[in-house]
């Protein structure tokens, strides 16, 4: 809970003035926001500056202004299994109370600053949780083969190597001599 002033022309800060304090009061709005910097998770996050479509209910309440929303949010990155470039969609709910005074709220409570809210913390949290950590461009790619490095999608089904464990290099060795044996008997 930090006390300092708000930018009103913040695109994530938003005015409750037509709320007041009046608890019982509600309003409804649908604003397309840029997506704030930095974003993201391992392989995914939201592209700087896309557009954000969110669904806002403000209700006042006794304590402050309850903020409920959903953001639908573009998301791009790469496949954690082919490394394939991928773009998606998640939709995500959030909800905040944001507190009139700092008496009532807690330190990890979100406090009102006049009659203005930031959003973005709570836009954030919410976003960054439901980001896949293991993104895929498709529920059964099959990945990347492990000896070479090959997209198995675009290998076959026959794509093979034929490896010997070095453990057992010297063996084979000795399989040859005993067939050899085999055929001369």
């Not at 790469?78 to 709910?93: A, K, Q, Y």
Request: aromatic content about 4%; hydrophobic content about 35%.
């Amino acid at each position: 809970m930090t006390l300092h002033s708000l930018n009103p022309r913040a695109p994530w800060v938003i005015s409750t003035h037509d709320l007041g304090r009046r608890p019982g009061l509600m309003r409804k709005t649908s604003p397309s926001l840029p997506a704030p910097v930095d974003l993201s998770v391992g392989m995914i996050g939201v592209p700087k500056d896309a557009d954000v479509e969110l669904e806002l209910r403000l209700e006042a309440v006794m304590e402050g202004v309850l903020v409920t929303g959903t953001a639908k949010v573009p998301l791009s990155g790469e496949c954690s299994r082919c490394l394939d470039p991928l773009t998606s969609e998640i939709e995500v709910g959030f909800q905040e109370l944001f507190f009139y005074s700092a008496e009532d709220a807690s330190e990890d409570d979100s406090l009102l600053h006049g009659e203005l809210l930031d959003l973005e913390p709570s836009f954030r949290d919410a976003v960054v949780l439901a980001l896949p950590l293991s993104p895929v461009c498709r529920e059964d790619c099959p990945g990347l083969c492990p000896e070479c490095g090959v997209k198995l999608a675009d290998a076959g089904a026959d794509h093979s190597h034929d490896r010997v464990d070095g453990r057992w290099a010297s063996l084979q060795g000795l399989k040859l001599e005993n067939n050899k044996d085999d055929q001369e008997a």
